[in-house]
Nanobody, 127 residues
């Protein structure tokens, strides 16, 4: 079973930055799989934020394009989400994820909840 360990959440003012980290244990990149992040915003469903495949291909949801950057360490066990120019609308709980089919999750980037992906890390952006 894949184990995910997230860190890096916190509170910042609008315009600030945070970097989230996710270390995956017992996870190996295979064809179509990826590491990534979902987020649960207050009053909304679970939204796919970004994914990165083992070959480095990355994708972003429209709300974060140009502000967030996802990357992998050389060992391909830790994914980072650099979040810049944060706004109060980015406030929510961020969940690391290891989707097995990255193409499929982008076809349906919103889930009813993020419960499948563990405890998450809180990001709070104040105005």
């Amino acid at each position: 079973e894949v184990q995910l360990s997230e860190s890096g959440g916190g509170s910042v003012q609008a315009g600030g930055s945070l970097r989230l980290s996710c270390t995956a244990s017992r996870f190996t990149f295979e064809d179509g799989s990826a590491m990534g992040w979902y987020r649960q915003l207050p009053g909304f469903g679970c939204e796919l934020v970004s994914t990165i495949s083992g070959d480095g291909r990355s994708y972003y949801g429209d709300p974060v394009k140009g502000r967030f950057t996802i990357s992998l360490d050389n060992a391909k066990t830790t994914a980072y989400l650099q979040m810049n120019n944060l706004t109060p609308e980015d406030t929510g709980t961020y969940y690391c994820a290891t989707p097995l089919n990255v193409a499929r999750v982008w076809v349906s980037p919103t889930l009813s909840n993020c419960d499948h992906w563990g405890q998450g890390t809180q990001v709070t952006v104040s105005s």
